[in-house]
């Protein structure tokens, strides 16, 4: 009995001695997801426990996303801030990982969300020949991810019809028209993006389609006028030899 009263207390013993290192935030994260915006302020905080020696090797590490982050040597010890300021669209999806030098199985880690909106509400002046084509394209990057509503004068518009194709790789949206009409084509486009976060927003696209300037081909144009001219001066010169000879006899 006295012996396994004995192993139990050992063991209690060793698991308390467990060393660990914590990270804190602020914000405050939820687990390790730390949820911000762009252009805010965070900072990060690794702390030991208190069963983990000062030491070489129990110095504080931090790696972003796997690249190791520089360190001033006052920074590495029981306590270790990072500071991140701004937070940009890049930093979403980030790890951060804070790690003994010693011994890297001993860590704690951190992940970012960052939300953002599409960069968008402006409008272009779109300028196509008839029956030529045109691309219109929306750059709908954003966390979290939009939907996206293509409309003509106001209306929701109609892709069923053959002259209409419209692409989205999350990223950017695209509605392109082939041989574009005047009748048909042009007007007010609307790129809509409806986020969960930041509500309704767009792109407008006043397309105005123009008459088609007929284009002549600049380099056989040229070669031809001067094939010409030099056909002409040639005759020209023949002509002229002629006349001595006769003007001689």
């Known amino acids: 009995m006295k012996v396994s009263v004995g192993v139990s207390l ?6 308390c001695r467990v060393k660990a290192v914590t990270i ?3 914000p405050l994260a939820t687990g390790n997801l730390l949820r911000t915006e762009v252009e805010k302020t965070l900072t ?17 590490q931090w790696f972003r996303n ?22 940009t669209k890049e930093d979403n999806g980030v790890v951060f990982i804070c790690q003994l030098k010693g011994d890297a199985s001993v860590n704690s880690s951190i992940k970012f969300d960052v939300q953002y909106p599409p960069d968008l509400n402006d409008t272009k002046e779109v300028y196509v020949e008839e029956t030529s084509d045109v691309v219109l394209s929306c750059d709908i990057r954003a966390n979290p991810p939009v939907t996206v509503a293509w409309k003509k004068d106001g209306e929701v518009l109609d892709l069923t019809s053959g002259s209409y194709k419209t692409t989205n790789n999350g990223i950017t949206a695209q509605l392109s028209i082939t041989k574009a009409k005047r009748d048909v084509h042009q007007g007010t486009y609307f790129c809509e993006v409806n986020s969960s976060v930041y509500g309704i927003m767009g792109r407008t696209f006043n397309v105005m389609v123009e008459d088609k300037v007929l284009r002549f081909p600049v380099g056989p144009t040229i070669a031809g006028v001067v094939v010409v001219l030099c056909t002409i001066v040639f005759a020209l010169i023949s002509r002229r030899n002629t006349i001595i000879k006769v003007s001689h006899l």
């Open 44 to 60: 990060l905080t690794c702390i030991n426990d208190e069963g983990i020696e000062p030491s070489n090797q129990n110095e504080l």
């Open 24 to 26: 804190e935030s602020c």
């Open 66 to 87: 796997g690249a190791q982050v520089n360190l001033a040597e006052e920074n590495r010890r029981s306590r270790s801030s990072l500071c991140v300021q701004p937070v």
């Open 10 to 15: 050992l063991l209690l013993c060793f698991v």
